[in-house]
């Protein structure tokens, strides 16, 4: 009896570490950065100076693709987790930034449960796994003694850079 209930209690135990499931899903609202994105086997590389986020909240996602920024809605159900009605802004970029932003929406769309693992929000669906880290705050500056640099003069339709 007392080695059952051992058994027992260590059941339990390994049952609770296993992230969100079989227990409350984690809260995803907040903003995100894609840290690593696995289509089936393969890891999709982020491309050079550009990144991916992800803001949760009051029923809608939206963020940066890469090039583009993107917002839509989202159903959540203990673990589940879908995104839908996705739509974003048109601008092109380079055409590695461009593969990268379409392998991203395209797992975004195909997520289908949220858990969380080692600090990190984990969004899963068939053949896809997207594991984003809390986006750091921007820090806030006063507009009155902080040194401003200009980096960008627009004049009509024309941008001068310094």
Request: net charge negative; charged share 20%; with cysteine.
């Amino acid at each position: 009896p007392a080695l059952a209930g051992l058994l027992l209690a260590a059941g339990v135990l390994a049952a609770g570490c296993g992230g969100a499931a079989g227990g409350a899903a984690p809260d995803p609202t907040g903003e995100w950065e894609l840290v690593e994105l696995w289509d089936g086997d393969t890891v999709v590389p982020p491309p050079p100076g550009a990144r991916a986020t992800l803001t949760v909240s009051d029923g809608t996602v939206g963020g940066t693709s890469y090039c583009n920024e993107y917002g839509g809605g989202y159903r959540l159900s203990g673990d589940s987790f879908a995104v839908e009605d996705v739509g974003g802004t048109e601008r092109g970029c380079a055409p590695e930034v461009m593969a990268a932003e379409t392998a991203y929406l395209e797992a975004l769309g195909a997520v289908e449960r949220l858990g969380s693992r080692d600090g990190y929000l984990v969004l899963t669906g068939p053949d896809v796994e997207m594991r984003f880290r809390p986006l750091a705050p921007v820090p806030t500056s006063e507009l009155t003694g902080t040194e401003w640099t200009l980096e960008t003069l627009l004049e009509g339709e024309v941008a001068s850079s310094t």
